[in-house]
Nanobody, 119 residues
Framework: QVHVVESGGGSVQAGGSLKLSCAAS????????MGWYRQAPEKKRELVAS???????NYVDSVKGRFTIARDNAKNMVFLQMSSLKPEDTAVYYC?????????????WGQGTQVTVSS
């Protein structure tokens, strides 16, 4: 079993910064893609940023130039540095990890962390 836990959410004023962290633990043979998603009230969950094991990154257009995703492969962690935050960034942020626990690879999700940006 693989466990995914996010941390670092909170409340900040517009223009501020936050850094989210996500750690995967448990029986892990290999981790491939890691990513951050978010879901605002009454909206669908959307991909914010993703990063492959080789370091290739992908961002949704609305966060390009403001958010940076990075990972620490040795610690099975992924981070999301968020700057110049806007009220529309308010959402629950979820970490997703594709991991192989020895029983085949699949996606694992964290429980989410709230990010609130006030104007």
């Amino acid at each position: 079993q693989v466990h995914v836990v996010e941390s670092g959410g909170g409340s900040v004023q517009a223009g501020g910064s936050l850094k989210l962290s996500c750690a995967a633990s448990g029986r892990i043979i290999n981790i491939n893609a890691m990513g951050w998603y978010r879901q605002a009230p009454e909206k669908k969950r959307e991909l914010v940023a993703s990063i492959t094991s080789g370091g290739w990154t992908n961002y949704v257009d609305s966060v390009k130039g403001r958010f940076t995703i990075a990972r620490d492969n040795a610690k099975n962690m992924v981070f999301l540095q968020m700057s110049s935050l806007k009220p529309e960034d308010t959402a629950v942020y979820y970490c997703k990890v594709w991991a192989d626990s020895g029983l085949g690879g699949r996606d694992y999700w964290g429980q989410g962390t709230q990010v609130t940006v006030s104007s």
